[in-house]
């Protein structure tokens, strides 16, 4: 059992398996374990901590990043929730943009809304866009609607009247109404969760924050219980979207943040390492067994976004690191439409029946199977864990794809790791290219339980010349939940042209923002000098309607040279500015970071030489018409600062690395593989 030491731990739960880091303070060892995921996530984690022999009386931090909330956002499984709109407001949610994902597909319709009309209730109030009361907030009407709602026997609610953003007053006493008639039940007002214009972005947000907080709270309360009759005393931390982390209480009453948390772990981890190898420009590409999970980090900075969703139609406004995800994972299935197109994903085979090496029914071939059967994946994974077979593999590809195209075996599972590979190029392209990045100018990190497999191919395929794999490329996204602080995001709507914006007045309002940010943090447990806070001013050209995001300095003395910084990044991110054309300011940001304690990776010295290969075995690759016979490493075993010429296999507990013939793979002092890309 791991005892006697301070241990940092950190939890990643995804569709196929739960992986866990363990950082031993003192030493500094990392140690990592993989287990097979559950229906109950918890199941999951407790395994793998009995699995790992973790003494949890021993552990100082424990984090963890969960799918809980975006699980139950695509899967639907909802508790009750009502939302009170002003009257005439109700169908705002349904209305939405009046967009479409497909603008010409006229057969595929958006998904209706979380919460039903029938839920949707109204009171009579209003207030004006300048925060004047027009008409005050009718209570007795108010508590008729609690009474409503008392009746249907509804878990949370979301409260959203019209131009809250700038007067909160009305939401916050219909707050205090339906806690007074439903102890109990989740409360949560728009004014509260985003107060900021454009009342669908506002409303959609809250309903998801109300509809996710029983779910969260369920979730949280049980995991808590299990951790700390297990022994733990430290602090449960979750990853949120924005790429911090929140406690236990926080997470509760601002459960929308925790959509998307377990996507943002690996673009934490991917961007730490990048840097730690010396690049401050980077592409994140994490495979897993279902999806692949993009991101971009430039001059070491992640790309967020307020933009995002988990269902098309109701956006999710709270800030995110940007991550393109797409269907393209190691249990993606290879499939031949009516014309002969042969395609990839986005179906999966999941963790059952799982890939038809697996041996459990399935017969579609994956990427997996087509992996297995050109030699590039063994037939052992999570370390002798899941023994996978070579024959049922090979049957799939034959079958499923050389057969019906008139294809060789070998290029038909070449074929199918093609196509998964272009599409995995194209969602680069969409984070990189059509942002204004050219991706020669990064460095590739290939991670996920298949991202080392193909990570060399899609550096050829977007001429990336540099590719990382971390020393633990399938549980890099749980060491992500070990490199991030307790953050919080704070904004409100602030409409003003900036020739005009009232300097004392914007100040006056990020000191309030600010005060608000060391209370929240306050409650966190963190002390006053491991408190950090960064503003920005949103910024746009009057008449636009999308804005950027433009650091300003606290205090602020001088709005003309935040109106020169926006020039400045309007050219980097549009390749134009107007310097004519008058600015106008749209919202108020504020981050608050609380530190928290950071993994710190143990260096290691080179001088030793490169070890014999475990193994050989025959590989297909890319770059060969046959199998080469090619040597295979245990990851483990190759010390720092020795060299691999291709062709080469790298087998370690959570992935398999491919080096193809051309390319040249070292190990550095924190024992990642750089490989070299000399076609790029």
């Not at 301070?6 to 003192?26: K, M, P, Q, S, Y």
């Not at 590039?376 to 593999?393: C, F, P, S, V």
């Not at 080469?628 to 190759?638: A, G, I, K, M, Q």
Request: hydrophobic share 40%.
């Amino acid at each position: 059992m791991t005892t006697g030491q301070g241990l940092r731990i950190a939890v990643d739960i995804g569709g196929t398996f739960t992986d866990i880091c363990i950082l031993n303070e003192t030493t500094k060892e990392l140690r990592v374990f993989k287990t097979a995921s559950t229906p109950d996530p918890i199941d999951g984690v407790m395994k793998g901590v009995a699995d790992a022999r973790i003494d949890l009386s021993e552990v100082t931090l424990f984090s963890h990043g969960t799918t809980v909330a975006t699980n139950a956002l695509i899967t639907r499984r909802l508790p009750p929730t009502a939302m009170v709109c002003t009257a005439g407001f109700r169908d705002v949610l349904e209305i939405r943009r009046a967009n479409k994902e497909d603008l010409w597909d006229a057969y595929k319709d958006v998904a209706p809304p979380y919460i039903r009309r029938r839920d949707r209730l109204t009171v009579p109030e209003r207030i004006d866009a300048d925060g004047n009361v027009v008409l005050p907030l009718d209570e007795p009407a108010a508590r008729e609607v609690a009474r409503v709602l008392r009746a249907r026997g509804v878990a949370a609610v979301a409260v959203c009247f019209i131009n809250s953003f700038i007067n909160g007053a009305h939401e916050a006493r219909m707050k205090e109404i339906l806690e007074e008639e439903l102890p109990g039940v989740a409360i949560s007002t728009s004014s509260e969760v985003l107060p900021e214009i454009f009342e669908h972005e506002r409303f959609s947000t809250t309903v998801v924050n109300a509809i996710l907080r029983p779910v969260a709270g369920d979730y949280i309360g049980r995991l808590s219980d299990r951790l700390a009759e297990g022994g733990l005393k430290s602090d449960l931390l979750l990853l949120h979207s924005g790429g911090g982390v929140m406690t236990a209480k926080t997470a509760k009453d601002f459960a929308g943040r925790l959509a998307g948390s377990g996507i943002a772990a690996g673009a934490i981890a991917s961007r730490h390492i990048a840097m730690l190898c010396g690049y401050p420009n980077s592409i994140g590409v994490d495979m897993g067994g279902t999806s692949a999970d993009v991101s971009l980090v430039w001059d070491g900075v992640s790309r967020v976004t307020k933009d995002w969703h988990i269902q098309f139609g109701y956006p999710i406004r709270f800030p995110s690191i940007e991550v393109l995800t797409i269907g393209a994972g190691g249990g993606s299935l290879a499939w031949i439409d009516s014309a002969g197109g042969l395609h990839n994903g986005p179906q999966s085979a999941g963790a059952n029946p799982g890939p038809c090496c697996y041996g459990n029914g399935n017969t579609v071939p994956t990427n997996t199977d087509a992996n297995v059967a050109l030699g590039r994946l063994g037939t052992d994974l999570a370390g002798g864990e899941i023994h996978l077979q070579y024959d049922l593999a090979a049957t799939a590809v034959k079958t499923g794809v050389a057969e019906p195209l008139k294809m060789q075996p070998n290029e038909a599972a070449k074929a199918i790791l093609s196509v998964a590979n272009a599409n995995m190029a194209d969602a680069v392209r969409l984070i990189s290219i059509t942002r204004g990045y050219d991706p020669r100018d990064f460095a590739l990190v290939a991670f996920g339980g298949a991202g080392a497999l193909h990570g060399a191919a899609l550096a050829k395929e977007l001429s990336i010349p540099t590719v990382i794999v971390p020393p633990n490329p399938g549980v890099t996204s749980a060491l992500g939940c070990l490199l991030v602080d307790i953050r919080h995001d704070l904004a409100q709507s602030y409409l003003a042209p900036a020739a005009k914006a009232d300097t004392a007045e914007v100040e006056a309002r990020f000191a309030a923002m600010e005060q608000e940010a060391r209370e929240r943090l306050g409650k966190d447990g963190v002390p006053p000098d491991g408190m950090s806070l960064t503003r920005s001013i949103d910024m746009m050209y009057q008449g636009q309607w999308r804005s950027l995001s433009v650091p300003v300095p606290a205090p602020l003395t001088s709005m003309e040279d935040a109106v020169a910084a926006f020039h400045e990044l309007h050219q980097r991110e549009y390749n134009f500015r107007r310097d004519d054309a008058p600015v106008g300011l749209f919202r108020l940001n504020l981050v608050a970071v609380g530190t928290t304690p950071k993994a710190d990776l143990a260096e290691h010295d080179a001088g030793q030489s490169l070890p014999q290969p475990k193994s050989r075995r025959p590989v297909d690759f890319d770059e060969t018409e046959q199998p080469v016979d090619t040597p295979v490493y245990w990851r483990s075993d190759l010390p720092a600062g020795v060299a691999i010429e291709g062709p080469a296999i790298v087998d370690q507990l959570d992935s398999t690395t491919v080096i193809p013939p051309g390319v040249t793979a070292t190990v550095d002092k924190w024992l990642n593989l750089i490989l070299k890309i000399s076609e790029a």
